[in-house]
């Protein structure tokens, strides 16, 4: 079943219980009549928290049918994760790790890692067909807090103008590879 029929089998539920109260508040007693009301009002914020439960898939989908997905980039060093993967009008950004082009990691060099992590970033994107100005949130997991004020000094330099995306930063016990120092995730919307 679809959101709309969903939609449609509970407003007939509410309907129906409304005319049986109609019809049980000339017979019966003041009292009955009030506690039927009472549970169409009840059944109403029902169908209308429902409904609210259901407008996400309404947003996400195509007038009922889900956007295509589109996968970008090739999984690397045989890990099973895409690079980026887009549906409708955003872009979903895996975490990335500080591998150069030729599979190198500057190995204990913050900086550098920081700013390749931010570089492989951007051709991501740049692949997806957006960019830094369309980031709408990022995740920064450090394995060292010392690391905080260069991490924020080399990030703040990829938003020039100073719109930055919401982002949550969290040092963590461990990375995928021991010598990774960050990785960082993204989410981007297309224009």
């Given at each position: 079943m679809g959101p709309t029929r969903d939609l449609a089998l509970m407003d007939n539920a509410?309907?129906?219980?409304?005319?049986?109260?109609?019809?049980?508040s000339h017979?019966?007693?003041?009292?009955?009549a009030r506690e039927c009301h009472?549970?169409?009002?009840?059944?109403?914020?029902?169908?209308?928290i429902s409904g609210l439960a259901?407008?996400?898939?309404?947003?996400?989908?195509?007038?009922?049918?889900?956007?295509?997905?589109?996968?970008?980039?090739?999984?690397?060093r045989g890990i099973p994760v895409s690079s980026a993967v887009k549906v409708g009008k955003s872009i979903f950004v895996s975490g990335m790790p500080?591998?150069?082009s030729s599979g190198k990691l500057a190995v204990g060099d913050f900086p550098a890692q920081m700013k390749q992590v931010m570089d492989n970033l951007t051709g991501i994107l740049?692949?997806?067909g957006t960019d830094w100005n369309r980031v709408v949130k990022?995740?920064?997991?450090?394995?060292?807090?010392?690391?905080?004020?260069?991490m924020n000094r080399i990030y703040g330099s990829y938003f020039p103008d100073g719109?930055?995306?919401?982002?949550?930063?969290?040092?963590?016990?461990?990375?995928?590879?021991?010598?990774?120092?960050?990785?960082i995730e993204c989410e981007a919307l297309l224009e």
């Open positions: 509410v309907g129906t219980a409304g005319a049986a109260c109609q019809s049980l017979r019966d007693t003041l009292n009955s009472a549970h169409i009002r009840i059944n109403a914020m029902v169908r209308w259901l407008l996400p898939i309404l947003l996400l989908t195509n007038q009922g049918r889900a956007d295509p997905l589109e996968y970008i980039g090739k999984p690397v500080a591998f150069d740049k692949a997806a990022t995740n920064v997991l450090l394995m060292r807090a010392g690391d905080f004020a260069e719109k930055y995306p919401a982002r949550t930063t969290v040092i963590v016990a461990g990375l995928p590879h021991p010598d990774f120092l960050l990785e």
